[in-house]
């Protein structure tokens, strides 16, 4: 009998530190075999028809060609952000991060150092230590810079605009490319910020792209996320023309095709689709620096639309901006960056 309760204790004790060791999210790495191959979490949510929708086209494209996929929505919810990043941490072989609300990667990516991550448009203050993290930074001011020369050359007013999601580095990024490239074009252009911090918010979109009509801008970026669906839905019945962001809105937002002239589309979801296809399929993973995704490989470009859609951009207009695209990928032309 005592040998029975010394082996019954013993069996507890294994079990209740196995427990303890899965609630409080330990650092071992998920099973070989079992592992999903890559969890992508954002830190908001899909049907903003740009930014999220294409990461979450980069992931059903995965998912399709075998991968093992898991997405997960955080729906701005603060509370959510690290809870989801470290179950997928325990489970995954690769986690993408997509969002700058995740501050706290940095701190998951030293416990967790036999999984890869990479974070998506942001980069940490430090890679000290985090040779398992790659910052995805894409050339959204060269991409601006183009749409802005379209915007100014379709102008009749002179003057253009763009609506920016927040006051930080990337969204800056857009607005200093875009300004350029509108003067360029000979266009001044003007701009102002939603600061919905849940990018969604259409109502505040269309009142900002409102906001820059009413000085003078007859056609309007936005790069505001969820909130930019607001921006193009007014250009239909306010008497501007819309310019789309990170997806051919043209495609995406098809009832409102004959009121955007085109998109400055950042392939979200292709960059993960290569980064987790380069580790999984051949064990290439850059960790501890910034890949930097641009013109060159397709990662930022401009799209008019499907094409048996009617074309709102001429023929010369596209012809001039190939050429202004060539320029900046020769260093003709350098375009202005907050970084």
Same mark, same amino acid.
């Given at each position: 009998m005592?040998?029975?309760?010394?082996?019954?204790?013993?069996?507890?004790?294994?079990?209740?530190?196995?427990?303890? =060791?899965?609630?409080c999210g330990g650092s071992e790495p998920a099973d070989e075999d079992t592992a999903? +191959?890559? =969890?992508?979490?954002?830190?908001?949510? =899909?049907? &903003?028809?740009?930014?999220?929708?294409?990461a979450k086209a980069g992931s059903e494209a995965l998912e399709a060609a075998g991968y093992k996929v898991q997405f997960v929505e955080c729906n701005s919810n603060a509370d959510q952000l690290e809870p989801n990043l470290r179950s997928a941490a325990e489970?995954?072989?690769?986690?993408?991060?997509?969002?700058?609300?995740?501050t706290m990667l940095s701190d998951i990516c030293k416990e967790? =150092? +036999?999984?890869?991550?990479?974070?998506?448009?942001?980069?940490?203050?430090?890679?000290?230590?985090? &040779?398992?993290?790659?910052?995805?930074s894409y050339a959204q001011n060269e991409g601006s810079y183009l749409v802005g020369y379209v915007a100014a050359k379709e102008s009749q007013t002179g003057t253009v605009g763009i609506v920016g999601g927040q /006051?930080? /580095?990337?969204?800056? &990024?857009?607005?200093?490319?875009?300004?350029?490239?509108?003067?360029?074009?000979?266009?001044?252009?003007?701009?102002?910020?939603v600061n919905d911090p849940t990018w969604s918010d259409t109502e505040l979109g269309s009142q900002c792209a409102?906001?820059? *009509?009413? *000085?003078?801008? /007859?056609?309007?970026f936005q790069a505001c996320g969820g909130c930019g669906i607001g921006v193009i839905q007014s250009a239909k019945d306010n008497g501007y023309m819309a310019i789309g962001v990170d997806c051919d809105q043209r495609i995406t937002l098809p009832d409102y095709a004959d009121y955007i002239y085109c998109s400055m589309v950042k392939e979200v979801g292709q960059s993960i689709q290569d980064l987790v296809k380069n580790y999984i399929d051949n064990g290439t993973f850059e960790g501890g620096q910034t890949w930097k995704a641009g013109l060159e490989?397709?990662?930022?470009?401009?799209?008019?639309?499907? +094409?048996?859609?009617t074309q709102l951009v001429s023929d010369e207009l596209k012809a001039e901006v190939e050429d202004q695209m060539n320029q900046i990928q020769e260093g003709k032309i350098v375009v202005d960056t907050v970084y």
């Open positions: 005592k040998k029975f309760l010394v082996m019954l204790l013993a069996l507890v004790t294994i079990f209740s530190t196995v427990m303890m =060791t899965t609630a999903t +191959d890559v =969890t992508i979490v954002i830190s908001t949510s =899909t049907g &903003d028809g740009s930014f999220n929708d294409s489970n995954s072989k690769m986690v993408v991060a997509v969002g700058s609300e995740f967790y =150092t +036999d999984v890869k991550f990479a974070w998506v448009d942001n980069v940490p203050e430090t890679y000290e230590g985090l &040779d398992n993290l790659v910052g995805i /006051d930080i /580095d990337v969204i800056n &990024d857009f607005i200093v490319g875009f300004k350029q490239g509108a003067e360029a074009g000979g266009a001044k252009a003007i701009s102002n910020y409102l906001d820059l *009509k009413s *000085k003078g801008a /007859d056609v309007i490989g397709g990662y930022i470009g401009v799209h008019y639309g499907s +094409d048996d859609q």
